[in-house]
């Protein structure tokens, strides 16, 4: 089993910059890889970005890339969401989810395991 609590969301003005943390419980955090997702009002959730259970791979959604970077600390059983050059349409609640596979991936019902989300507003 593996828990998940995120945190850093907040209102922000386009341009600027947040980075979202997500802590996880759990002994096996190491084997597990970790996605970010976000839902905007009315729309469904989408994939953000995905990192392996080392770390040593990673994968984003082409509307963040360049501006998002996901990383992790496996000592501090945290993985990181930095985002920068934040837009109005970036606003949503942001999820981190959690998989039993060393493989990052982009599809959301492969993710057993999230978060209760952070919202992230970034005004205009």
């Known amino acids: 089993q593996v828990q998940l609590v995120e945190s850093g969301g907040g209102l922000v003005q386009a341009g600027g910059s947040l980075r979202l943390s997500c802590a996880a419980s759990?002994?096996?955090?190491?084997?597990?890889?970790m996605g970010w997702f976000r839902r905007a009002p009315g729309q469904e959730r989408e994939f953000v970005a995905a990192?392996?259970?080392?770390?040593?791979?990673?994968n984003y959604a082409d509307s963040v890339k360049g501006r998002f970077t996901i990383s992790r600390d496996i000592a501090k059983n945290t993985v990181y969401l930095q985002m920068n050059s934040l837009k109005p349409e970036d606003t949503a609640v942001y999820y981190c989810?959690?998989?039993?596979?060393?493989?990052?991936?982009?599809?959301?019902?492969?993710?057993?395991?999230w978060g209760q989300g952070t919202q992230v507003t970034v005004s205009s």
């Open positions: 759990g002994r096996t955090f190491s084997s597990y890889a």
């Open positions: 989810a959690a998989r039993s596979s060393p493989w990052a991936s982009s599809v959301k019902d492969n993710y057993a395991y």
């Open positions: 990192i392996t259970w080392s770390g040593g791979s990673t």
